[in-house]
């Protein structure tokens, strides 16, 4: 359905960006084609917003096609919609100075010098919003960041906060839910003590069979990665985003699926069945269903992942450890010395940071459900620093579509966002005439 209407919803353009904004007795004056995507059927040209979707990791189609509430946005406020991909060199820095050469550049093109520029973003596409905000607070009068984990990922968060979160999720649905992952976990363990891998590949029928603790290790990161990517995407409908997630109320899914089974084992690997979704496969590959990197809740698979991998190594900081006491997960450390070991052995190195002391004009909304709502904003830091929390919200409900199954908190938390955004753009239009 989407794959089939995408086309009549954005127009696929090529922006000619500098390659290099930094360094440019280094690399020259090269550029590169980046990719974006645009419509202006809700537009008042020449006066109405413009919204500006900061690209994630990743193909900005997906996030383009699940994020339906700044184009519904957009055509309540007349706004042109733009989702623009990251690429570049692959820096916060590089990305954000992109986005503000194309914004400048495309309002020129466009005849549209006078409206007011809103930037949104998810997750790190959120992270993006708020640092552009603050860079370049002369070019963007707003920002909306959904799920935006800016305390976590620069190693201000405590590092058990992110897998006891996913754990609470499963807890709320049913504690029982919490033991008996637990138990599987604690059996696995027990199992891989006595080196009896041939049970460990029955039970959770791998491919091959393990034979060292490394290949136990990697087992135990792709079980606890599926419980992540299960609470990230606990939303009220099905959706084929980050992967397939084939069902709605997932947590009750898989807290039934976990209870229902007669042998713990079992009931673990299908509560994984997410990894099947296709229903496939034959059997489950460690290595290639999920690939361990320097951000221990998943970088996913291919080419992005690696570009994600390089940036969780050298930028966005995300120590999260699972230690069998706060969470249902067996011990699996990462420390700042086992990020650094593995990172430098991988890639470089460097850093970035805001400052929120001198920032205006950001909405932090998260989810209760979502794991990484705790790793940001969680409450107003000033009258325009503006938290909004979603009860039943997981990673960026709020900025996917209106849908009938939405729970009133969604909608409510949409209604407000609308509301402060109109207001930015209006001061922001007195502003400048
Ligand atoms: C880039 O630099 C080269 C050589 O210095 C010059 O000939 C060319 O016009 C420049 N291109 C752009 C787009 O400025
Ligand atoms: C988790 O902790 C429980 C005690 O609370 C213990 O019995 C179990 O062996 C531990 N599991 C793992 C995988 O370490
Ligand atoms: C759990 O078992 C019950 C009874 O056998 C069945 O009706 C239900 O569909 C099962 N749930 C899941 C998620 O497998
Ligand atoms: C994948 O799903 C299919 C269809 O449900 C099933 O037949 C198959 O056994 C599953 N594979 C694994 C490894 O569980």
Known sequence: YEEYFKEEYFREEYFNQVLDHFSYNSLGNGTYDQRYLITDQYWKKGNGPIFFYTGNEGDTWEF??????????????????IFAEHVGLLTVEQALADYAVMITELKKELGAQKCPVIVFGGSYGGMLSVYMRIRYPNIVAGALAASAPILSTAGLGDSRQFFRDVTTDFEKFNPACKDAVQGAFQTLNTLAQQKDYRRIQSAFSLCKTPSTPKDIHQLNGLLRNAFTMMAMLDYPYSTHFMGSIPCQGLG???CETMLNGTDLMSALRDTVGMYNSTGQLTCYDLYSLYVECADPTGCGLGFDSYAWDYQACTEIEMCYESNNVTDM??????????????????????????????????????GDRDPWANGGIRKSLSPSLIAINIPEGAHHLDLRESNPADPESVIVARKEESEIIAQWVKAARKKSS
């Open 329 to 366: 997960f067996p011990p699996m450390t990462f420390t700042e010395q086992q990020r650094e070991q593995y990172c430098s052995k991988r890639w470089g190195w460097c850093r970035v940071q805001g400052d929120l002391d001198t920032a205006s004009n950001i909405i932090f909304s998260n």
């Open 64 to 81: 383009a096609l699940n994020s339906g509430f700044i184009t519904e946005l957009a055509a309540e406020q007349g706004a042109l919609v």
């Open 252 to 254: 009750l899914v898989a």
